[in-house]
């Protein structure tokens, strides 16, 4: 979400956008998402893990679609399609193992490289990396953590819980400065809602929701401009709880910016769609 939040801002004029009215696709179609009532098994409770897969590399594909500048149900739409390449290495003597992702846009210019120890519950034990090189200049992220994103014990249907996540990152460009930066921070609520069939996977459904509200101040050139951002996220993820492995995701997200010192406003809206299309030996 931080870095989304940066590029928005940061990069949308040197990628390819029109003004058109406002749709996305299905992600049930996209995913093969067939909704199934729990098994008694289910139905007793499961344990959600994100644990090391069988085989040590994954690859992925994540489709975000975003709309600025609403306006009678039309807005000006951007694109991007990330490659996304995961790999796993265990940790000698603990319960945790190095995550390692590099996510690459198609069509445009950029990569992003992070490294996280991760637990099996999916808190952030330890950051390691974080960057994106691009042509508007270079991300860096300085810090992330993250409390438990599961649970510690068995869940059932309906039930809910919380955790929190706090991204420190900066935008380094030649055209604009970020002024007395602050980390994102997120609360995060979640709840299994069901399961499913996801393109020949059982999951288990879990549906997060958070909002953030977020002041900005930036030098672009000889300008200090001040936008400040409220938005609401909701997540949809598809958790091979069997094997551990997120196997899809889909996030939903509606925005509203203000300048003040521009006397402007902004309204808008996006979703991404994550899933695995590869895993290897």
């Given at each position: 979400?931080?870095l989304?939040?940066?590029?928005?801002?940061?990069?949308c004029?040197?990628m390819?956008?029109?003004?058109?009215?406002?749709?996305?696709?299905d992600?049930?179609?996209v995913?093969?998402?067939?909704?199934?009532?729990?098994?008694?098994?289910?139905?007793?409770?499961?344990?959600?893990?994100?644990?090391?897969?069988?085989?040590?590399?994954?690859h992925a594909?994540?489709?975000?679609?975003?709309?600025?500048?609403?306006?009678?149900?039309?807005?000006?739409?951007?694109?991007?399609?990330?490659?996304?390449?995961?790999?796993?290495?265990?940790?000698?003597?603990?319960?945790?193992?190095?995550?390692?992702?590099?996510?690459?846009?198609?069509?445009?210019?950029?990569?992003?490289?992070?490294?996280?120890?991760?637990s099996?519950?999916?808190?952030?034990?330890?950051?390691i990396?974080?960057?994106?090189?691009?042509?508007?200049?270079?991300?860096?992220?300085?810090?992330?953590?993250?409390?438990?994103?599961?649970?510690?014990?068995?869940?059932?249907?309906?039930?809910?819980?919380?955790?929190?996540?706090?991204?420190?990152?900066?935008?380094?460009?030649?055209?604009?400065?970020?002024?007395?930066?602050?980390?994102?921070?997120?609360?995060?609520?979640?709840?299994?809602?069901g399961f499913?069939?996801?393109?020949?996977?059982?999951?288990?459904?879990i549906?997060?929701?958070?909002?953030?509200t977020?002041?900005?101040?930036?030098?672009?050139?000889?300008?200090?401009?001040?936008?400040?951002?409220?938005?609401?996220?909701?997540?949809?993820?598809?958790?091979?709880y069997?094997?551990?492995?997120?196997?899809?995701?889909?996030?939903?997200?509606?925005?509203?910016?203000?300048?003040?010192?521009?006397?402007?406003?902004d309204?808008?809206?996006?979703?991404?769609?994550?899933?695995?299309?590869?895993?290897?030996?």
């Amino acid at each position: 979400i931080a870095l989304v939040g940066l590029l928005s801002v940061g990069g949308c004029a040197y990628m390819s956008s029109k003004n058109e009215p406002v749709s996305f696709n299905d992600p049930a179609l996209v995913l093969k998402i067939t909704e199934s009532k729990p098994t008694p098994e289910e139905s007793n409770g499961i344990s959600l893990r994100l644990l090391v897969p069988p085989k040590n590399e994954i690859h992925a594909e994540e489709d975000l679609k975003v709309y600025s500048q609403l306006h009678d149900g039309r807005g000006l739409s951007l694109n991007l399609r990330q490659k996304i390449t995961v790999t796993y290495k265990p940790v000698a003597g603990k319960d945790s193992y190095i995550q390692h992702t590099v996510i690459t846009f198609e069509g445009e210019g950029g990569k992003v490289t992070e490294a996280l120890e991760i637990s099996p519950r999916g808190e952030i034990v330890r950051f390691i990396e974080g960057h994106h090189k691009s042509k508007i200049g270079k991300f860096r992220i300085l810090s992330e953590s993250r409390t438990p994103m599961y649970p510690e014990g068995p869940v059932k249907i309906g039930d809910k819980w919380r955790y929190e996540e706090k991204v420190d990152a900066r935008l380094e460009s030649f055209w604009i400065k970020e002024e007395n930066p602050t980390p994102y921070n997120l609360q995060a609520d979640s709840q299994l809602t069901g399961f499913a069939q996801v393109n020949g996977h059982r999951c288990a459904v879990i549906k997060t929701t958070s909002t953030q509200t977020k002041t900005e101040i930036m030098k672009i050139l000889l300008n200090t401009v001040t936008v400040d951002i409220r938005s609401a996220v909701e997540e949809t993820a598809y958790l091979d709880y069997a094997n551990g492995i997120l196997i899809a995701k889909v996030t939903q997200t509606r925005s509203h910016s203000l300048f003040p010192s521009l006397n402007m406003e902004d309204d808008g809206v996006s979703q991404s769609i994550y899933r695995v299309i590869e895993q290897e030996n």
